[in-house]
């Protein structure tokens, strides 16, 4: 409990590195977010009223303080490009990528593991060999390259699928948003599968050859048994490490997958953000991610000390 | 595209799709009533309401929304889809009467009254609205005077005369007073969220980061538009949504040259293609001591091919026309005789020699995400090297572009790529070049020039006026104040299911979506 405790005051301390950290490098990148959309025949005095009316005249440290003070009082600030509140952006954004990254985090999963176990078994044999390279296919595809060859292949020739969007105007049918999710969700699940089943694979090789394994052999029991009984447990538990630093995905979106297939989520908010230099909307989302990140990694740690006693006893 | 609010007059020709050899069919086809379309959009929409909108996107959907009060297409007066009945001007143009049609109704149903168009009128000269364009509203610095004379007549009085003004005012887009009365900041009202218009299509639906939704205006005062609804799709990735395009996913959509042979392979669309009112040039710093030599500007328009460099850079002559005036074609008093800078190395070598410049090394700087400046950069890097100048190439991004352009003692770049939309009122184009505007990015500083636009602008179109803006043009290519590199043409992709389009693209960036249907 004591170490739980000093984790959260530790992160409460990364948090606010980060902020001035990402702060920090808003503020450097060239670029100016009212010059974004000037155009020639707006007058000086509107430019800068513009400015002094977006508090960019402040000096840097006067600027950070109030948004620091906003944000203790969960106040995000608004956006500088629609004037909306930031908290409001990400959270209608929130369930478009929810449903999508977490789909696809359960999917990569569930077929993760029974690949990763089956290749790690069957070592260099044909459909080990198989795996592996579509593995280093999935993990090497560049995203926005899969996602249009997709497109072109799915709506474009085969008309199956629709292209964009999350739903079709005016039709409100489960089946309708299945439709959309099923190729941004495939791009998804094709590379993260990948990874986790290198993962996976490996920790089964080193498993199976460890000790416990051998006297299981010895006392006959089934290679099945051993694999599932004993072996799945302990070569998951890398994925506890993945899958707690894949949690802020679930939040901050895939940006790339996002652009390619029209999904309304905070991947998209996120870019659009970025190309206009809107540092409130830009630190609203780093910091959801960042306290993700923060909360993924705690609760990694929290788990491995529930599942593996190792850690636990370790510790104590 | 970045929006370019244009103040004047066009004559824009719609070049259709016949002269790009493509089918004509969808324009003998019959419209069919009733239907939907998807048209892409890039972004999401910043702020719908018309006197605040500042990005393409927000423009392109308000004006499904709003009626303008007139616009100016071709030269002419244009009432068809305006609120105004006729805008008629006094002798020495002090004075302008706008006379409102009958039977005018705002989406809510209220009438739109002459007391509205005081309304707007007032919000766009009230410095605390902080409306960017209120400079629509001012003649010489000074705010017109607007007035209600019953309740269909306006009056607007100037503090001086201003041939210009009109140009201006057809920009300007009614908001209803009902709705905004008492507003202290109208720009930042959640009211924007829920837009009440007077354009033939009404406000149904927003989803941030999907679509943005209007419905037929039932009440609408033209012609019944044709379809239902319109679907702004929000779609940013320009390969997906030629894709979409091809799927059918979205059915219009402004493409840029780049995509024109993808999307016209796909043989699904017509591609309607117009005059965007752009004008492609290439400034000189004169910042700098060897760009204040006149020799040095003439060597450099001889050293350089400007039919190699169009359709090096534009990829196709039938995408831009060679630009040899700092107007448009379009313009009022466009010189279409000018003296042309034809290559010619030896003699650029000898203005250099004259000058007493050799081993020129100069900087030339360019938005670095625009693929056309980048080609017509590179090309003017090798073409230059020809006359044994050196020129380094200077990539910004955007908007530290428009801050380097807009630091009136930038020195850091000898020559720079830019683009100017200025419509058709000639006036318009003093921005570019007068001493002390803001957009004279080549820090040109001619006092008899600078008369020379003051003198256009007070004085009423006629032989004088014609003469005044003849010389303009000559004294600009004579001292090479300005090289204009081309007039590029836009495109806008339409599905072949759907027609009217060469209706619909009034002019440049000016839409009348009534006029989109569906082929039956």
Not at chain 1, 24 to 49: R, W
Not at chain 2, 406 to 424: I, P, V
Not at chain 2, 465 to 473: D, M
């Amino acid at each position: 409990m004591k170490r739980i405790l000093n984790r959260l005051a530790q992160s409460v301390l990364i948090m606010f590195l980060v902020s001035i950290l990402c702060f920090a490098l808003t503020k450097a990148a060239p670029g100016d977010p009212v010059m974004t959309y000037v155009e020639p025949n707006m007058s000086e005095e509107y430019i800068e009223q513009l400015r002094e009316d977006l508090g960019l005249n402040k000096p840097l440290v006067e600027q950070y303080g109030i948004w620091l003070k906003n944000i203790l009082q969960g106040n995000f600030g608004n956006s500088l490009m629609n004037k909306r509140p930031v908290l409001t952006q990400i959270l209608e954004r929130l369930p478009a990528t929810i449903l999508l990254m977490g789909s696809s985090l359960v999917l990569s999963v569930i077929l993760a593991i029974p690949i990763g176990l089956y290749t790690g078994k069957h070592k260099n044999k044909f459909w080990d060999k198989i795996t592996s390279m579509l593995s280093f296919v999935g993990i090497s595809i560049p995203t926005f390259w899969f996602g249009i060859l997709l497109i072109y292949l799915l709506s474009v020739t085969l008309g199956w699928l629709p292209s964009i969007g999350m739903r079709t105007d005016g039709v409100n049918s489960f089946w309708d948003l299945i439709r959309h999710l099923i190729m941004p969700c495939a791009v998804l699940t094709f590379q993260n599968v990948a990874q986790y089943t290198r993962y996976i694979r490996s920790s089964t090789i080193t498993e199976l050859s460890s000790d416990y394994v051998t006297v299981q052999r010895a006392y006959g029991m089934s290679e099945m048994g051993i694999l599932f009984r004993h072996v799945l447990k302990n070569a998951i538990l890398p994925m506890i490490t993945v899958l707690g630093m894949s949690l802020q995905s679930v939040v901050s979106g895939a940006i790339i997958t996002e652009q390619v297939f029209a999904w309304p989520g905070t991947g998209q908010l996120a870019v659009t953000a970025v190309t206009t230099f809107d540092y409130p909307l830009i630190m609203g989302i780093t910091m959801f991610t960042a306290l993700l990140i923060v909360i993924g990694n705690l609760l990694a740690d929290i788990c491995y000390s529930i599942v593996d006693p190792r850690i636990r006893i370790a510790k104590n | 595209m970045k929006k370019k609010l244009i103040a004047g007059i066009l004559t824009a020709a719609l070049a259709v799709t016949a002269t790009l050899g493509l089918g004509m069919s969808s324009m003998a086809a019959e419209p069919a009533q009733g239907g939907n379309i998807t048209i892409a959009a890039t972004a999401d929409p910043m702020n719908i309401n018309p006197l605040y909108v500042v990005d393409q996107t927000s423009f392109d959907m308000m004006q499904a929304l709003y009626a303008p009060f007139f616009e100016i297409v071709k030269g002419e007066m244009y009432y068809e889809n305006g609120l105004c009945e006729s805008v008629t001007a006094n002798e020495d143009f002090t004075e302008v009467t706008m006379k409102l049609k009958d039977n005018l109704k705002w989406h809510d149903g209220e009438p739109i009254t002459a007391e509205d168009v005081v309304f707007t009128m007032n919000t766009v000269v009230d410095p605390d609205q902080n409306v960017p364009y209120q400079a629509y509203g001012f003649v010489d610095g000074e705010a017109v005077k607007t007035e209600a004379i019953d309740d269909l007549t306006v009056l607007i009085t100037l503090p001086t005369s201003s041939a210009g003004f009109l140009g201006g005012l057809s920009q300007i887009y009614c908001i209803p007073q009902h709705i905004y009365e008492g507003v202290e900041n109208i720009g930042e009202s959640e009211l924007n969220n829920d837009p009440i218009g007077s354009g033939p299509y009404r406000f149904k639906e927003y989803r941030p980061g999907e679509s943005f939704i209007v419905e037929r205006f039932d009440e609408y005062f033209g012609s019944t538009p044709y379809l239902d609804t319109i679907t702004f799709k929000i779609v940013k990735d320009s390969n997906t949504a030629n894709a979409s395009l091809a799927s059918g996913d979205i059915n219009a959509r402004l493409i840029s040259s780049e995509d024109y042979d993808i999307v016209n392979a796909t043989g699904k669309v017509n591609i309607v293609s117009y005059d965007s009112g752009r004008v492609n040039v290439m400034g000189f710093n004169q910042n700098n001591e060897a760009m204040q030599d006149v020799r040095v500007r003439q060597a450099i328009a001889y050293a350089l091919n400007k039919e190699e460099l169009v359709s090096f850079a534009y990829l196709s002559d039938e995408f831009a026309d060679p630009a040899y005036s700092i107007l448009t074609p379009d313009t009022m008093y466009y010189d279409d005789s000018l003296t042309q800078y034809n290559n010619d190395p030896a003699k650029a070598q000898q203005l250099l020699a004259e000058a007493g410049y050799s081993n020129l090394s100069l900087t030339l700087l360019y938005t670095s995400t625009n693929k056309t400046m980048e080609s017509e950069a590179i090309y003017i890097q090798s073409k230059l090297a020809e006359v044994g100048i050196t020129v380094e190439l200077y990539p910004l991004d955007e908007s530290t572009y428009k801050n380097k352009t807009k630091d009136k003692t930038a020195t850091d770049y000898d020559l720079m790529l830019s683009f100017y939309t200025l419509g058709a009122e000639p006036s318009l184009y003093g921005d570019i070049l007068k001493s002390d505007s803001a957009s004279n990015y080549g820090n040109v500083n001619d006092a008899e020039l600078d008369a020379l636009w003051e003198k256009g602008n007070s004085i009423p179109n006629g032989e004088e006026r014609e003469s005044v803006y003849k010389e303009i043009q000559q004294t600009v290519n004579d001292n090479m104040y300005i090289y204009p590199i081309a007039y590029s043409k836009g495109f806008y992709a339409v599905d072949k299911a759907y027609g009217g389009f060469e209706d619909v693209i009034l002019q440049t960036i000016y839409y009348d979506y009534s006029k989109a249907y569906k082929i039956q």
